[in-house]
């Protein structure tokens, strides 16, 4: 593009600004880490009070969420160095990034507020986790995501009425549908549209 | 006869629209962005980018990160209304009612 006095036709303009526009789509690569990242977190704090629960006699089998302490600094430290290398700053990014931090501090909340009963916030979290991907997947404009949304919705219900001892499995169920699942097929489509 | 209003001569050029179409869907960009974006030289895309902050179309900030000089482009409120009309315009070039 060096030429830029050159007389330009209306169908040269109209092509220049589709395909620039084109370029500014948010990079939805920092969106499958965060899902793949608290996926599999979540997923193995579930899931291993779950087999703590049912195969053993431990008392304090939620000392396993207390992974998810280290697994905020990761998070915070990936979106640090990632925002520092940006080049650029899209508004579909600050708002997945403005939604995403919205949920984590109404989470953070919660668990305060419920900081005594803590064995009841399991439906809870997966209620409020629900929006924040639902509308990423509409942001990104990425439908397994919605479907992700839609998922940690139905479980909630789903563990809501079945009771207690089904809150660890359902939510080791919904991260698999609401977050890896998703986030697998997100990072699959990043590396083929790279090829 | 269509009379056609004339398309504003400070995005009717190449690189200027390429840089004011990348800035109306962005919060800031670097300087480097869009010079990858757009495949311009840095002295041509640095003309370009002063004649838009000249007319008020963009604003250019100059920072330091890493102790390396940065520059970041953002549109402004103007710059975003004569885009708007730029397209407007466009529009209006590319497809002209037909006199009833």
Not at chain 2, 6 to 19: C, G, N, Y
Not at chain 2, 38 to 51: D, E, F, R, V
Not at chain 2, 62 to 75: A, D, E, G, S, V
């Amino acid at each position: 593009m060096e030429n830029e006095e050159k007389v330009m036709t209306g169908e040269e303009s109209l092509k220049i600004i589709s395909e620039m526009i084109n370029k500014t789509k948010f990079d939805i690569r920092q969106g499958s880490f965060y899902l793949l990242f608290w996926g599999w977190l979540i997923f193995a704090c579930s899931l291993s009070e779950f087999l703590l629960l049912k195969f053993t006699d431990v008392i304090h089998h939620y000392y396993v969420w207390l992974l998810v302490i280290p697994g905020v600094f990761v998070s915070m430290l990936y979106g640090f160095i990632t925002g520092r290398k940006a080049k650029v700053r899209t508004y579909t990014g600050m708002l997945y990034m403005w939604i995403w931090l919205g949920f984590f501090i109404s989470a953070t909340v919660l668990f305060i507020v419920h900081s005594k009963s803590m064995y009841t916030v399991a439906p809870y979290i997966l209620l409020m986790a629900g929006l924040p991907t639902f509308i990423s997947g509409f942001l990104i404009r990425f439908k397994p995501l919605i479907a992700g949304g839609i998922c940690f919705w139905v479980i909630t219900l789903v563990i809501y009425f079945v009771g207690p001892v089904s809150y660890s499995l359902g939510t080791s169920v919904a991260m698999l549908f609401g977050y890896l699942i998703p986030g697998y097929m997100l990072k699959n489509r990043v590396d083929h549209d790279a090829v | 006869m269509t009379r056609f209003k004339e398309l504003d001569p400070i995005l009717h050029s190449q690189l200027r629209l390429a840089v004011m179409s990348l800035l109306i869907g962005i919060e800031m960009a670097e300087f480097t962005y869009l010079r990858e974006q757009t495949g311009a030289t840095a002295g041509n895309l640095s003309i370009q980018i002063t004649k838009l902050k000249e007319a008020g179309y963009i604003e250019v900030t100059k920072k330091f990160r890493n102790n390396y000089p940065q520059t970041l482009c953002n549109i402004t409120k103007f710059g975003r209304l004569k885009f708007t009309e730029y397209v407007n315009d466009l529009k209006d070039y590319l497809s002209p009612e037909k006199p009833g």
